[in-house]
C-alpha cells in the first residue's frame, strides 16, 4: 500500500518536470522533492524523493532516488531506497541496488543486481557453508 501511495504521488504530481523535446547536461540534481523526466538529462541525480523516467525521457548517468519508475532509456547506475520500477518500456544498461523490485514484461536491463538488505556473515555462517 506505502509503494503504491508513493508511485501514485510521483506520477501525478512531480516537484520539477525535465519536459519532452528538452535536453539538459548538467553535473548533478539533488534535492528532497519529486522529478520526472521526458526529455532527456545528462548528469548525475541524488533526491531523497520520488524520480520518474516516462517513456519520452532518457537519462544518462547515475540515479540515486527513494522510489523510481523507469518507463524510458537509462544508461547509468542506480540505487533505490525503497522501490525501483521497470516498466514495460524501460530499456536500462547499468547496475542495479534497491530494497524492492518490480520488472514488467518487456522491459530490457542489463546490468547486475542486488536486491535487499545485504546480510553480512558471520564465522558461524561460514562454518554451516563448509560444512554442507
Do not use: W
Not at 108 to 125: A, C, F, M, N, S
Amino acid at each position: 500500500m506505502f509503494f503504491k501511495k508513493v508511485a501514485e504521488q510521483a506520477l501525478n504530481a512531480p516537484n520539477t518536470v525535465i519536459g519532452e523535446g528538452m535536453t539538459i547536461e548538467a553535473i548533478r540534481i539533488t534535492g528532497s522533492e519529486s522529478v520526472r523526466v521526458d526529455g532527456t538529462y545528462k548528469g548525475n541525480i541524488e533526491i531523497d524523493g520520488s524520480l520518474v523516467l516516462g517513456d519520452s525521457g532518457s537519462i544518462i548517468g547515475d540515479v540515486e532516488a527513494s522510489y523510481f519508475l523507469v518507463a524510458g532509456e537509462m544508461t547509468g547506475n542506480v540505487k533505490c531506497n525503497t522501490q525501483l520500477h521497470f516498466a514495460s518500456t524501460a530499456k536500462v544498461i547499468g547496475d542495479i541496488e534497491a530494497q524492492s523490485l518490480i520488472v514488467d514484461e518487456g522491459s530490457q536491463v542489463t546490468g547486475r543486481y542486488r536486491i535487499g538488505e545485504p546480510k553480512t556473515l558471520t564465522r558461524g555462517d561460514i562454518k554451516l557453508i563448509q560444512e554442507s
